[in-house]
């Protein structure tokens, strides 16, 4: 079975709610070429993108590198929506 196949709807959930937001439990796919990426309700009536990334296709330094430019690019007021910096680990974790 490959990483993807485990990315369910409560994996997802439960990935968010693991870093203190609370998901409603509805989850819209958006497109991505080969990622998998998510507008998650939450129950605050925010929301927020969730991306996981295709195992294997890059390595922790290159997205570490694609956040920074994002946050350079949004630094310099071009519009791009930068990752969150989440609370409780740096994001980069594997599926199971």
Known sequence: MT???TLLPDF???A???QGYRPTGI???LNSYENRVY???LEDHTSLVAKFY???RWSLDTLIDE???LKALQD???PVVRPVVLPHNTGFETLG
């Open 3 to 5: 990483s993807f196949q």
């Open 12 to 14: 997802i959930c439960d």
């Open 16 to 18: 968010i709610a693991a």
């Open 27 to 29: 989850l819209h796919q």
């Open 39 to 41: 507008d998650v309700p």
């Open 54 to 56: 295709r195992p294997g």
């Open 67 to 69: 956040h920074q430019t």
């Open 76 to 78: 310099a007021e071009v």
